[in-house]
Nanobody, 118 residues
């Protein structure tokens, strides 16, 4: 399985960005695609996850109501729609597959930088 994250950039506080995670290889219906982020000097943290088959989602408290994780068909990317962005959301964002919200994931994609200016 390979994952590739894209869509990062520079945005002002209050703005929006949509990240994409393209997944190649087979994901079982019980599989999970997660988004994590890591800010400079901080530990990597869970942001959101979606179960591949059922489409159920889980969010970190810090992003609930602002971020939405979604996916379309089996061959479509997994998206992370980020609204009402804050400077504290600035980080490198990674997609990964493994257990829901677990820091130890089976496969990781490369990161995409999100910078939110005040």
């Amino acid at each position: 399985v390979q994952l590739q994250a894209s869509g990062g950039g520079l945005v002002r506080a209050g703005g929006s960005l949509r990240l994409s995670c393209t997944v190649s290889g087979r994901i079982f219906s019980s599989g999970v695609i997660n988004w994590f982020r890591q800010a400079p000097g901080k530990e990597r943290e869970f942001v959101a996850g979606i179960r591949w088959g059922a489409g159920t989602t889980v969010y970190a408290d810090s992003v609930k109501g602002r971020f939405t994780i979604s996916r379309g068909s089996a061959k479509s990317p997994v998206y992370l729609q980020m609204n009402s962005l804050k400077p504290g959301d600035t980080a490198v964002y990674y997609c990964a597959t493994g257990e829901m919200a677990a820091l130890s994931q089976k496969y990781w994609g490369q990161g995409t930088q999100v910078t939110v200016s005040s």
